[in-house]
């Protein structure tokens, strides 16, 4: 993210910011290093990276929950973090009492508190418990509770570490509904730390990409996670040479490889042939990010026969009329085979990302973390008479 693209309305500016974590045996952990960077009004941060690049460290310190080490954090607004779901909660107290807790802590007055409790109460779905001390409440129902208080606080600023990804679904969508209509209507900003990529589509339009507490990568969101992917993929990127046949390239007909499901897709192979080759079959298998198989693309499956290749250089283009694939993360590996086994192959390769759409609303209610193939299907009801 150059600069300029932050210069109009700060909100929150990160000015040379470095944190180090000081042990008492000596040993120093920096976990953050000259970080610089500004947040607009009215837009979404995505903090991105591995584990412990210093995400959440970095969040606590716009959130002023622990300071810099040196450089500084300007921040023109009010700061509200749900870092800590339920910090300022306390579990003796009901969730009457919580809210009315909470929100002077917040700055409001009783009458505030008063208004904004009915909305709160109502978002939370969890009215039949208010009366009921805290330390009695599930987990789910505690982040319930905790979430739509920090949500309908007045704020400028909220920054959110993963805890999103904690309720159930349902609720996750309404969360994710009040966030977009905050930022629309009355132009919020948000940083947020979360490894859900179609979460981070739908709040986000800037991205930070985190490498062992440096700056690797800012920029548009797209821009950021398709070099971060691409550079998460390609460290395991396993080549077997063939002196016949050569993959030299496979690509999506889209950059970054971003689609909504039921979106078509056009996939291009290079490859450079030395011999004549016949009978070749290429198979495409497609993995989720976790590895798991999802399913794969062959021309024998489709219909097409074996290919075959004169010396030089061919590009194999695969049509997929509509990308059917639940959101998610996702990646190729391509082999190639003739007659006597596996000539060639390259592993995880031309990743993609499938976000949600608005073609099925019962899709995207339910899909928000799962990987997989989506069945076109339709159900029906006979019914068996008396
Ligand atoms: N309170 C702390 N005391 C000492 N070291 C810490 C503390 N908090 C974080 N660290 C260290 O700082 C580094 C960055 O941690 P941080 O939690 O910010 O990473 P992260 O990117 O949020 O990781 P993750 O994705 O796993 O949550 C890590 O090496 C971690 O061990």
């Known amino acids: 993210m150059p600069s300029s693209e932050f210069e109009q309305q700060t909100l929150i500016s990160v000015e040379d910011v ?7 045996d000596g040993q ?11 947040v607009p009004k009215g837009t979404g941060l995505a ?4 584990n412990g690049c210093g995400k959440s460290t970095l969040l606590r310190l716009i959130a002023g929950i622990s300071k810099p080490t040196s450089g500084r954090i300007v921040s023109q607004g009010k700061v509200a973090a749900l870092i800590d779901p339920g910090a300022g909660f306390h579990p003796e107290l009901n969730g009457w009492e919580n809210l009315y807790f909470y929100g002077r802590l917040s700055g409001l007055s009783d009458k505030e508190i008063r208004r904004l409790s009915v909305e709160i109460i109502e978002f939370s779905g969890i009215s039949n418990f208010l009366h009921r001390p805290l330390k009695y409440y599930s987990h789910g129902m505690y982040l319930r509770l905790a979430f739509s208080a920090a949500v309908f606080m007045p ?7 993963e805890i999103l990804a904690v309720g159930d679904l349902q609720f996750q969508q309404r969360c994710i509904a009040k966030l977009l209509d905050l930022k629309e209507k009355e132009g919020r900003t948000f940083v947020i730390v979360s490894h859900q990529t179609q ?6 339009e800037y991205g930070v990409w985190l490498e062992k507490g440096m700056i690797k990568k800012t920029g548009t969101l797209d821009n950021v996670l398709e070099e971060y992917y691409t550079a998460q993929l390609s460290v395991e990127n396993a ?9 030299q390239m496979v690509e999506w007909d889209r950059k970054p490889s971003v689609y909504h499901t039921g979106e078509p897709a056009l996939l291009s192979l290079k490859l450079a042939i030395s011999e004549v080759m016949e009978n070749i079959q290429l198979r495409i298998n497609v993995f989720d990010i976790k590895e798991n198989f999802i399913t794969h693309l062959d021309p024998g499956l489709s219909g097409d026969s074996s290919l075959n290749f004169k010396p030089g250089k061919a590009t194999v283009q695969v049509h997929l ?3 059917d694939f639940f959101p998610g993360n996702y990646f190729l590996r391509v082999s190639v085979y003739d007659n006597r086994g596996l000539i060639s192959r390259i592993m995880r390769i031309a990743h993609f990302h499938i976000i949600n759409n608005s073609w099925n609303k019962m899709v995207n209610a339910h899909t928000t973390i799962r990987t997989g193939v989506f069945l076109k299907h339709q159900f029906s009801i006979i019914p068996l008479g008396e």
Do not use: M, W
Request: glycine fraction near 2%; charge should be negative; aromatic fraction near 12%.
């Open 18 to 24: 470095s944190k180090v974590y000081a042990f008492k």
């Open 28 to 38: 120093n952990i920096q976990a953050l290093c000259n970080i610089c960077l500004k």
């Open 47 to 50: 903090l991105v990276g591995p």
């Open 155 to 161: 704020y400028d600023i909220l920054l959110i570490d």
């Open 199 to 204: 979460l981070l589509y739908q709040l986000c």
């Open 239 to 247: 080549h077997y040479e063939s002196q016949f046949i050569d993959i």
């Open 321 to 323: 009329p509509a990308l």
